[in-house]
């Protein structure tokens, strides 16, 4: 058997071992440092991507309500040429708490004007009831006799980041420059019927 010879290890191999044996203090809050930034813009990408599925489902609730009371006003021509549809902005930022309307128009006596009023009350209960401080506003082109039109479904939504922001995405009536705090949600639809 060969004669192994054995190295002891010397002060100078012995003091370089002991300083890279691990990580100093400040690397590792470093290391934090790092990491906790990037968990904070993955937290607010998470908020942001919770809730956009929120926001589409309002949206989607207002194209339903506007082409549901496109549909009333088209079902009643004349009732809309007479401006029975025309409605002010009922939008006022707040839940009105509105119940379902009662049928005040019932065979024969049911007229245009009311049948016109019943529309207008049932959709702005749907927008009450089913979109955040739900409104809405209606025109009828001057002409006489026009059957065109403008609509607005109207909603506030809880805040919402800068990029879907409605003050830069949503074409909302003239009259809610007062409402610039609460940054309410339009959804604009012209109509011929």
């Not at 058997?1 to 100093?24: C, E, H, I, V, W």
């Not at 400040?26 to 926001?55: C, D, H, N, R």
């Not at 007479?82 to 902005?89: C, K, P, Q, R, W």
């Not at 007229?111 to 089913?130: H, I, P, Q, S």
Request: glycine share 6%.
């Amino acid at each position: 058997m060969k004669n192994k010879q054995f190295y002891a290890p010397t002060r100078y191999m012995l003091n370089r071992l002991d300083r890279q044996a691990g990580t100093s203090l400040i690397e590792v809050l470093v290391t934090i440092l790092i990491m906790s930034f990037g968990l904070l813009s993955l937290g607010s990408m998470l908020a942001y991507s919770v809730q956009l599925p929120k926001i589409a489902g309002y949206r989607a609730t207002a194209s339903v309500l506007a082409a549901g009371h496109i549909e009333r006003m088209r079902a009643n021509i004349a009732g809309f040429t007479n401006g029975d549809y025309v409605e002010a902005l009922t939008y006022n930022g707040n839940r009105k708490g509105l119940t379902a309307p009662s049928s005040s128009c019932a065979y024969p006596d049911c007229t245009a004007t009311t049948l016109a009023t019943l529309d207008k009350n049932y959709t702005n209960w749907k927008l009450d009831a089913e979109l955040p401080a739900g409104g809405m506003r209606v025109e009828r082109d001057a002409a006489a006799g026009a059957t065109d039109g403008n609509l607005w479904i109207i909603w506030t939504e809880p805040s919402t980041f800068a990029s879907i922001n409605p003050t830069n995405s949503d074409n909302c009536p003239d009259a809610l420059s007062s409402y610039a705090d609460l940054k309410p949600r339009c959804l604009y639809v012209r109509f011929k019927l």
